[in-house]
């Protein structure tokens, strides 16, 4: 199933509360962590409570799609109850024994991108990236070889859904993509076999984001690779993430991230704990979903806790314009008196952009006459600008925006100055005409 670009909503278009609790049937926190995660990531819910995949999937057998779609609507339908969730959600994944939460994520997060491709063979490239899972969660790094040498670049560009990062030197998340981005020396034995040099010579090496996701997921490698043992110190991340220092094209402004939910693991090893997660509702309270246990918590007690996968969402341009916070800072989270406004927020984001017919609207509403417009200048000096460049990257790419020269004004004043020049000009050769007729050579009188 192809999905448009642009088409996900970022905010919940209901401001749902908290909904159901999850039975643990055995071991399986690990599941019940991951699938609350995923209920309470705005975008996927709202197209999965929109049923539009159940309308239009031709899987004869199982799909995941469909298998999430259900768990979502019947725990948000259901505020205060605990439900079983379905064994199909772990069809083909080992059950009933100690897992680990981020390969159940990804393991789900894969199936659901793999029901969305019809038939049974990958399209591959572009097609891929227009899936609905591709849309919400993906991405593209690059990662760049510069050889030192002959100054020749040779750029790779992979997929990503999640991104793990490496936290042994690192004490927060920051300082762990800092790390990731670092550009590494390649020498000696790792020299770089340049295709232009056709020879091993010095290089930098160095990985970026090339585009970003909607939705970030970022993982926190806990866990040894030859013990399982966990390492044992705190790491700290912020509520709002800024993207943009590691992007590999930089732009003017910050690329915002906010936390949404976070994915716990208590315990010492990977083979030993237990899983939990902290969620932010719709209605901008944030709960402890452990199993079937659900209770209100602050954005302190989300922040404070051993996260392993963290869920980030982008935010939109109206939101930054609406709801300004500084990255790091903790903004206040949603009270009763917001919940009103969610569908009005709601209608306002659809789409993130502005219609081009209301814009038209308001501009032949402000229309004036010559003389009133004479007028308003008289009184109102200096005149504001109407600034269409502020909203000029929000409106759609086939949008051609026709920009009121700057020299509008220079151009009037230097026609005014022509015209009474010719003016002047024209009385000078009547008068020398009439001379040359009477013989006389008249007076006159220059005005200013």
């Known amino acids: 199933q192809l999905a448009p670009r642009d088409k996900f909503l970022l905010t919940w278009k209901r401001p749902y509360g908290v909904g159901a609790g999850l039975r643990n049937m055995g071991n399986t926190c690990y599941m019940n962590a991951a699938l609350q995660c995923l209920t309470y990531t705005p975008p996927l819910a709202n197209y999965m409570l929109s049923q539009e995949h159940s309308q239009t999937c031709h899987h004869q057998e199982f799909c995941m799609l469909c298998s999430v779609q259900a768990h979502i609507t019947q725990v948000l339908h259901h505020l205060g109850h605990v439900i079983k969730p379905s064994h199909a959600l772990a069809a083909g994944f080992h059950t009933y024994k100690q897992e680990d939460a981020h390969e159940f994520l990804m393991f789900t997060v894969d199936a659901m991108k793999k029901a969305c491709l019809p038939g049974h063979k990958p399209l591959g490239g572009h097609s891929e990236d227009t899936t609905l899972i591709r849309q919400i969660c993906g991405g593209y790094r690059r990662s760049q070889i510069k050889c030192l040498h002959c100054h020749g670049i040779s750029d790779t560009f992979d997929p990503y859904l999640d991104i793990a990062l490496d936290i042994k030197g690192a004490q927060s998340v920051n300082q762990a993509l800092d790390h990731l981005v670092k550009p590494e020396h390649l020498d000696g034995e790792n020299a770089y076999h340049c295709s232009f040099c056709l020879k091993k010579v010095s290089a930098s090496k160095s990985l970026n984001f090339h585009t970003s996701s909607k939705v970030l997921i970022l993982i926190l490698k806990w866990f040894s690779d030859f013990t399982g043992n966990k390492i044992a110190k705190e790491v700290q991340y912020p509520e709002c993430l800024d ?84 990255v790091g800072q903790e903004p206040r989270a949603l009270g009763a008196e917001d919940t009103d406004m969610g569908a009005t927020q709601g209608e306002l984001e659809r789409g993130s952009c502005i219609k081009v017919p209301e814009l038209e609207e308001h501009l032949e509403k402000s229309t004036l006459s010559s003389d009133q417009w004479k007028c308003l200048q008289e009184q109102n000096r200096p005149k504001p600008e109407f600034n269409f460049r502020k909203i000029e990257s929000t409106l759609p790419s086939n949008v051609v925006g026709i920009h009121q020269s700057k020299y ?41």
């Open 408 to 448: 509008k004004s220079e151009m009037k004043k230097n026609h005014a100055e022509q015209d009474n020049y010719l003016l002047q000009k024209s009385a000078r050769d009547v008068t020398d005409q009439v001379s040359l007729n009477t013989g006389k050579v008249p007076s006159l009188e220059r005005r200013a």
């Open 243 to 326: 993207m943009q220092p590691y992007m590999s094209q930089q732009k003017k402004g910050p690329l915002i991230y906010v936390l949404h939910a976070v994915l716990v693991h208590a315990g010492r090893s990977c083979q030993s704990g237990h899983y939990f997660c902290c969620v932010k509702a719709g209605n901008g309270q944030w709960y402890k979903m452990d199993d079937a246990k659900v209770t209100a918590c602050d954005i302190s007690s989300a922040l404070s806790q051993p996260a392993y996968v963290l869920f980030y969402i982008q935010k939109t341009e109206l939101e930054r314009d609406s709801r300004p916070a500084s």
